[in-house]
């Protein structure tokens, strides 16, 4: 019995000093790879190292960042003013933008002066603006807001639904007009947003090509310098030629010997053949689109005769909508002749008519009224109206 209690206690020493061997080797082992660790660790540079840091792309900036730009206002820089000496003259230059990838190119209004000995100021800054299209910022450096002319791309649209688009209401409080500046027709209009503006708009056969004067002095007329950059462009992608609007130099003449009747039109229009009363139809629709359903009809000037009176004309026009309809006159070389406007009973369509007396019967120029591109292109036409 006492001997297996001695056998007892040296087995519990043998185990005890077996548990303490193996503690320390595994101690050891990772001791070892811990040292290991640490000699294949990349060691840190030090300040005195050859290799750069690395550091993160400023944000781009058409008028240098610093103190050499800005005034100090209690001992920080205040962006909402420029230091005394920062030269802010007219532009005396110009330096020509073109960007061969979107088909355009332009004048930027520059002044080397701009800025001081401290301060650089670029033409322009370019960046990406929504689907990687270019934002151009140019024109008179300012400090207490952006640049004087900004300049973008947008997805293309028609000259008649840009007008619309930017009306503004029934009141067109935005000044949304058409207009014909240096070599293209353009939407004008005004932007009150987070920074009012004067906006033009060029519509082309890819995109629209939009200009922007911030916060000018006066929102609803265009600046000699905005105008100016204007007639400067350039688009050498334009698509189909656009019916011109302003002179009639290449327009031809239409003459109807029966009634004494002629007018200019412009070249690019086609003609529907006289027929039933009818003198003259001028659409501004392909053949092709002129094949779907009413097309002609609402892309049309169309004159026609009635063998009555010019009084007797006028009622029977206002017959079916005497709710709709409102009179004026309008004038085509010095004369004055009636204008009927009516709104349809169904599709509320706008049409407009112009009555002309001839040796008892009556002459009318009829059009609709509400696709703002063509009744810029007919009221022309119809200034152009004549009779023997």
Known sequence: MENKKISTELGIVIIIIVAITAGVFVWQYQKDIRLDE????????????????????????????????YAMTNGHIDETRFRNDFNTDPANTTVR???????????????????????????????????????????????????????????????????????????????????????????????????????????????????????????????????????????TNPGKEKISIIGFNKWKTYTDKASDLSLKYPPELNIESPRD??????????????????????????????????????IDLKQSDLDNCSQTSIKIDGNSFPQISCRGEFANELWIYTLFEKKGNTIIVSYPGDNQENVVIFDKILSTVRFK
């Not at 300040?47 to 610093?66: D, L, N, V, Y």
């Not at 892309?299 to 009555?308: E, G, P, S, V």
Request: hydrophobic fraction near 35%; charge should be neutral; include cysteine.
């Open 38 to 69: 640490i000699q294949f660790q990349p060691m840190k540079l030090s300040r005195k190292s050859t290799e750069q840091p690395q550091h993160k792309e400023k944000p781009k900036r058409r008028i240098e960042f610093g103190d050499g730009c």
């Open 97 to 235: 933008y073109e960007n061969k990838d979107f088909g355009i190119s332009f004048n930027i209004p520059f002044n080397k002066k701009w800025g001081n000995k401290d301060c650089k100021v670029l033409p322009y800054l370019e960046f990406s603006g929504p689907n990687a299209n270019p934002i151009i910022e140019f024109g008179l450096p300012r400090a207490y807001v952006t640049s004087q002319f900004h300049f973008g791309i947008g997805e293309k649209m028609d000259l008649s639904s840009l007008q619309k688009l930017h009306q503004g209401g029934i009141n067109n409080k935005n000044h949304s007009r058409i207009l014909k500046i240096g070599n293209y027709d353009v939407v004008t209009h005004t932007s009150y947003g987070e920074l009012s503006a004067t906006v033009i708009e060029i519509p082309a056969k890819d995109y629209i090509y939009y200009f922007e004067e911030i916060a000018p002095k006066n929102l609803t007329q265009i600046s000699m310098d905005f105008e100016n950059v204007i007639k400067s462009v350039k688009i």
């Open 277 to 314: 009363g009818i003198i003259l139809g001028l659409y501004t629709i392909s053949p092709e689109e002129a094949k779907i359903p009413d097309a002609i009809a609402m892309n049309r000037l169309l004159i026609y005769q009635k063998d009555k009176d010019i009084n007797d004309a006028m």
